[in-house]
Structure formats: structure tokens, C-alpha cells
Nanobody
Framework: QVQLVESGGGLVQPGGSLRLSCAVS????????IAWFRQAPGKEREGISC????????RYVDSVKGRFTISSDNAKNTVHLQMNSLKPEDTAVYYC???????????????????WGQGTQVTVSS
């Protein structure tokens, strides 16, 4: 059974950093991409970054570009999201998601992913 487990969330002051991790297990064949989504209170879940397993191509939405970095450790089936220069508007529950469908450039739409973690809370506040 496929499992995605997020970790690393917490409370941080504006301007601070956090590193989220997503541990993936249970795929009978390798997953093709992992994405990070977030959902703030009262808002829809939005995709913010993704990475292809093969080749490591990444993608970011404008709101996090230059501040967040996604990376993968394929040997450990783990994907990280390094978040720097955090802002109060980054406060949300962060989810990782996986797909076993290959695309040349990974997607950041909810419909692109079939497997989801339970989420980890990130709160940016002074």
C-alpha cells in the first residue's frame, strides 16, 4: 500500500526557514513525480512545487520561486522542501503527493496526483 508521510512542519517567525520531508513507500513500481501542495484556512489546496524522479526536473509557482527549493533522495525515496524567507502568508497545511504517471515536466494540479500524505502544519508568525 502506498504511503506518503510528511514531517518537518512547525512554528517559525517571519523570515525564518523550515525543511519539510516526504517519505514515500509502497510503490510496486517507482513513482514518477512528487509535488508539494498547501492549503491555508478558507482557501483551496494549491500546488507549489514538484520534482520528477527521473532527471530531477523541478517546477515552482511564482509565489514560492526563489524562496523554496525542492530536492529528492531517490535512494531513500524521500523528497524535501527547503523553505526560506518564510512569510505569514505561507501559513498552511502542507501536503506531498505522488504520481506514477510520467510527464516531461511534472504538474502542480491536484488532478495530476493520485497518492497523498496526511499533511503537516506550517505556521509563520511572530
Amino acid at each position: 500500500q502506498v504511503q506518503l508521510v510528511e514531517s518537518g512542519g512547525g512554528l517559525v517567525q517571519p523570515g525564518g526557514s523550515l525543511r519539510l520531508s516526504c517519505a514515500v513507500s509502497g510503490f510496486t513500481v517507482n513513482y514518477e513525480a512528487i509535488a508539494w501542495f498547501r492549503q491555508a484556512p478558507g482557501k483551496e489546496r494549491e500546488g507549489i512545487s514538484c520534482i520528477n524522479r527521473r532527471g530531477g526536473r523541478t517546477r515552482y509557482v511564482d509565489s514560492v520561486k526563489g524562496r523554496f527549493t525542492i530536492s529528492s533522495d531517490n535512494a531513500k525515496n524521500t523528497v524535501h522542501l527547503q523553505m526560506n524567507s518564510l512569510k505569514p502568508e505561507d501559513t498552511a497545511v502542507y501536503y506531498c503527493a505522488a504520481t506514477d504517471f510520467w510527464r516531461a515536466v511534472c504538474g502542480v494540479r491536484l488532478s495530476d496526483y493520485s497518492y497523498w500524505g496526511q499533511g503537516t502544519q506550517v505556521t509563520v508568525s511572530s
